[in-house]
């Protein structure tokens, strides 16, 4: 059974900073790529940052010069520094990752269960 659980969301004002992380455990045999998306209220899911095995990352352009996606494929945890926040990042974060579990050939969609990040104006 693989999961995906994050942490670090929560009540921050307008320009603060915090960091997300997402920790992927159970029978993995190995995690792709990995990213972040966010869904606020009324509003369809969208991707917000990227990044490969190999470390390659995109983000998307409201978020771009402020938060940097990076992943610790040691510890199989990926982050989400978000800095200068603003109140249009309020939303609920969630981590996705495509992983081979142990035994399989392919790599599956997983995603965790979401975080919420509320920034006051």
């Known amino acids: 059974q693989v999961q995906l659980v994050e942490s670090g969301g929560g009540l921050v004002q307008a320009g603060g900073s915090l960091r997300l992380s997402c920790v992927a455990s159970?029978?993995?045999?190995?995690?792709?790529?990995m990213g972040w998306y966010r869904q606020a209220p009324g509003k369809q899911r969208e991707l917000v940052a990227f990044?490969?095995?190999?470390?390659?990352?995109d983000y998307t352009d409201s978020v771009k010069g402020r938060f940097t996606i990076s992943r610790d494929n040691a510890k199989n945890t990926l982050y989400l520094q978000m800095n200068s926040l603003k109140p249009e990042d309020t939303a609920v974060y969630y981590c996705n990752a495509r992983i081979v579990p142990v035994g399989k050939f392919l790599g599956i969609d997983y995603w965790g269960k979401g975080t919420l990040v509320t920034v006051s104006a």
């Open positions: 990044i490969t095995r190999g470390g390659s990352t």
């Open positions: 159970g029978s993995i045999f190995s995690i792709n790529d």
